[in-house]
């Protein structure tokens, strides 16, 4: 296993990808990946450019657990400013306990140029309850709690070390062997102060197109209840993206 935590390291460092939908012990046995890439260019009356890149590698042991490590970058640019600078590192480890019961440990580290995170750390876990129903899909209802070291790249707000809660439900769902539908949503509220929170939610729809290759579109929205000073409390953003799966 420890080789499979540095391979996994390693690669979330070259690609980048994030991941909605969640993962079930003994559904993909073995390793398996994904990558990923969008690219938006407009020259002429408007000059943009958009970017992103990714990959996902996953090891499911088919019995007890399932670990995956995962890292997301974008950047863009609009008439030659830069308007997104963005990356996003996960590493994950799920173990049963239970026929619908499972134990979670994590770290993840991000960083946002545009809401002024020079870096945001976390490490945590918790429990997971999942429910499969054939003809309604999967349902998860997660709960545990994390630490969070969060830097900014202003001189105004201060370096903040936290603990927070971590609850979510997530939900997935198979139209045809060729589409997939998820939904994932969190809320992070700080211990000691309830008015502290984030939230996430986040929408995908996967269609394969071809073979291994499929097309994402991917809607989310976040609001972060104490932000950085200048920076809005709330972010919607959707995408679309190919990916090939192996």
Same mark, same amino acid.
């Given at each position: 296993?420890?080789?499979?935590?540095?391979?996994?390291?390693?690669?979330?460092?070259?690609?980048?990808i994030v991941s909605i939908?969640?993962?079930?012990? =003994? /559904?993909?046995?073995?390793?398996? &990946?994904?990558?990923? +890439?969008?690219?938006? !260019?407009?020259?002429?009356?408007?000059? #943009?450019?958009?970017?992103?890149?990714?990959?996902?590698?996953?090891?499911?042991?088919?019995k007890s657990y399932v670990?995956? =490590? /995962?890292?997301?970058?974008?950047? &863009?640019?609009?008439? +030659?400013?830069?308007? !997104?600078?963005?990356?996003?590192?996960? #590493?994950?480890?799920?173990?049963?306990?239970?026929?619908?019961?499972?134990?979670?440990?994590?770290v993840q580290s991000q960083?946002? /140029?545009?809401?002024?995170?020079?870096?945001?750390?976390?490490?945590?876990?918790?429990?997971?309850?999942?429910?499969?129903?054939?003809?309604?899909?999967?349902?998860?209802?997660?709960?545990?709690?994390?630490?969070?070291?969060?830097?900014?790249?202003?001189?105004?707000?201060?370096?903040?070390?936290?603990?927070?809660?971590?609850?979510?439900?997530?939900?997935?769902?198979?139209?045809?062997?060729?589409?997939?539908?998820?939904?994932?949503?969190?809320?992070?509220?700080?211990?000691?102060?309830?008015?502290?929170?984030?939230?996430?939610?986040?929408?995908?729809?996967?269609?394969?197109?071809?073979?291994?290759?499929?097309?994402?579109?991917?809607?989310?929205?976040?609001?972060?209840?104490?932000?950085?000073?200048?920076?809005?409390?709330?972010?919607?953003?959707?995408?679309?993206?190919?990916?090939?799966?192996?």
């Amino acid at each position: 296993m420890k080789y499979l935590v540095v391979i996994l390291l390693s690669v979330i460092n070259l690609f980048a990808i994030v991941s909605i939908a969640p993962v079930a012990i =003994g /559904e993909n046995p073995g390793l398996s &990946g994904t990558v990923k +890439g969008a690219l938006q !260019t407009k020259k002429g009356n408007t000059d #943009l450019d958009n970017y992103t890149a990714g990959a996902k590698l996953a090891y499911d042991n088919n019995k007890s657990y399932v670990m995956w =490590g /995962e890292f997301d970058f974008n950047y &863009g640019k609009a008439n +030659g400013v830069k308007n !997104t600078n963005a990356t996003f590192a996960h #590493l994950r480890y799920i173990h049963k306990l239970e026929k619908n019961l499972d134990w979670e440990v994590f770290v993840q580290s991000q960083t946002n /140029e545009f809401t002024k995170v020079a870096e945001r750390f976390l490490t945590g876990g918790g429990l997971r309850i999942h429910l499969n129903e054939k003809h309604y899909g999967s349902l998860y209802f997660g709960f545990g709690g994390f630490y969070e070291y969060l830097s900014y790249t202003t001189t105004v707000d201060s370096k903040e070390n936290n603990i927070r809660g971590n609850f979510y439900i997530a939900y997935k769902k198979k139209f045809t062997k060729d589409s997939q539908i998820s939904y994932v949503a969190y809320y992070q509220p700080k211990v000691g102060d309830i008015s502290d929170y984030i939230i996430l939610n986040s929408l995908e729809l996967k269609v394969q197109v071809y073979k291994k290759v499929y097309i994402t579109f991917l809607l989310s929205y976040n609001k972060d209840a104490k932000p950085a000073q200048g920076v809005k409390r709330a972010n919607f953003s959707q995408s679309t993206s190919f990916s090939y799966k192996f």
